[in-house]
């Protein structure tokens, strides 16, 4: 069936450094990987996506590399500051289906 | 703002009863998600209706119903209430347009439910 699993559960950075926050999805039909930021009591909003078109996508501090041929996507975020702390989530939509299936979420810490 | 309204933002209530929850989708979109993120947890995709039909079901427990109406506001309804479903829920909209599998979903605020 459908899954996507996200690694790791917790991420803990100095500010500054960079994030790497990974994802496996399963089903081979997904072609569309939307990433989600959720601060705590809040809603989940989207921050970056990319289609099964694109190979790398990126939005100044933040960027995103999918490998079809792997099913792996992952997070790339350089320069982290405080405000980045939050849960991550990645996510798969089947284009058979279209239902958005979401990673684990990951904890991102990022320490002053 | 994500332009997702959802009522109401609290609900405290206790075990064997009945809650609706409210979704009213941003304006020309015509889908309708709802999540269940319970504390610590990820988001559990339950259902989703489009321009008033059901769609696609995840785990959406028998106890638990949902409808779009003719307006594309959405219900969802939580029935002989247990603790373990206390629980954020989220709506969520898209447009779905010719190449659906693509659309942006856009959250609302959640609805937090406590069942005491």
């Given at each position: 069936g459908e899954n996507v699993e996200q690694h790791p559960s917790t991420l803990s950075v100095q500010e500054g450094d960079s994030a790497v926050i990974k994802c496996t999805y399963s089903?081979?039909?997904?072609?569309y990987f939307p990433w989600y930021k959720q601060e705590l009591g809040k809603r989940p909003q989207l921050i970056i996506d990319i289609r099964s078109n694109v190979g790398e996508k990126k939005d100044q501090r933040i960027a995103v590399t999918l490998n079809k041929t792997a099913k792996h996507f992952s997070l790339h975020i350089t320069e982290?500051?405080?405000?980045?702390?939050a849960v991550y989530f990645c996510a798969g939509v089947s284009s058979n289906t279209g239902k958005l299936i979401f990673g684990q979420g990951t904890t991102l810490q990022v320490k002053p | 703002d994500s332009g997702v309204t959802q009522t109401p933002k609290h609900l405290i209530t206790a075990t064997g009863q009945r809650v609706t929850l409210r979704c009213s989708p941003r304006s020309g979109d015509l889908s309708v998600y709802w999540y269940q993120q319970s504390l610590d947890q990820g988001l559990q995709f339950l259902i989703q209706y489009y321009n008033g039909e059901e769609r696609a079901k995840g785990n959406?427990?028998?106890?638990f119903s949902a409808q779009q109406f003719p307006d594309l506001h959405s219900e969802l309804n939580l029935s002989?209430?247990?603790?373990?479903?206390s629980a954020l829920y989220f709506c969520a909209s898209s447009?779905?347009?010719?190449?659906?599998?693509?659309n942006i979903q856009y959250f609302g605020a959640g609805t937090r439910l406590s069942v005491l």
């Open positions: 089903d081979s039909a997904s072609n982290t500051q405080p405000e980045d702390s | 959406i427990l028998e106890r002989s209430l247990e603790l373990g479903d447009v779905d347009g010719q190449d659906w599998g693509w």
